[in-house]
C-alpha cells in the first residue's frame, strides 16, 4: 500500500496517522513541493487518481482514493480495529460532524491566514482580524466540547481528534496557537501529541519546517 502525501500538508498527515493508529504496513511517498514552487510537479499518479491534482492519495491494490476522510473511512471499513470513529451510530455522526468541521469550518480561516500573509502587513487588515477571531471563537466551541471528555467525540479517541491536531498545529503556525486560556484544549493536545502514531508525523513536519529555517510552534 502507498500514501502519496507531502512534507507539509496536514491532509496527508491526517492519514498517516490514521494509518500508523492501525499499524498498516504502507509506503510513504513523499510528492514534489517547495515553499517557492508549491507543488510543482504533480507527481504523475496524483495526476492519474486524483481529479482535483491534490494529495494526499492512497494505492491499495485496485483501490485508489484521494480526499483524506475518504481515504480515511476506507481504512476504518477495511481495518475496524482499533476502531476511530465511535461505536454507535448517533455517537459516530457527531464524531464525523466534528471532524468535517474541522477540515471544512475551522481550517478555511487558516487557509486565509496563510493567503493573506504573503501580503506585506497583513495584521490590521480587517480580513486578518476576522480569521484570528473565528479561530478564537472555534477554540472557545471545542473548549466546552472538551468539557468532561478526554477527546473531541467523547472518551475514545477518533478521527476527529487527528483532524483538529493537525489544523490546529497549522493555526499556531500562522499564529494563531491554541494558548493557556484554553486549558482543556492545551490538555488535549498533550494527550494526542503524546501517540505514537502521532509523534513520528508531527516531528517529521516540525523537522521539515526547520531544515527550510521556518519557525516551529509548540504542539505538545
Ligand atoms: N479535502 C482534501 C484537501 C486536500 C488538499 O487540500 N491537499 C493539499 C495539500 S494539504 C494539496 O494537495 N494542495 C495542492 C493544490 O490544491 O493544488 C483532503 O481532505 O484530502
Known sequence: MKLYSAPLSM???????AAREKRLDFELQMVPFSQ???YSPRHPEVLRINPKRQVPVWVDDDVELYDSTQICEYLEDRWPAPRLWPAGAAERARARQLEHA???VFFPHVIR???????PD???APEWIQACTRIRAYYDQMERVLDGSRFIAGDEYSFADIAFYMAQ???ARHTVPVTDAHGNLRLWRARVAARPAVRPVIDAMAGYLRSIDYPV???D
Open 11 to 17: 491532509f496527508g498527515a491526517k492519514v498517516e496517522i
Open 36 to 38: 517557492q514552487q508549491g
Open 102 to 104: 474541522s477540515d471544512e
Open 113 to 119: 491566514l496563510m493567503g493573506l500573509r504573503a501580503n
Open 122 to 124: 497583513p495584521v490590521d
Open 169 to 171: 498545529f497549522f493555526a
Open 217 to 219: 510552534p509548540d504542539y
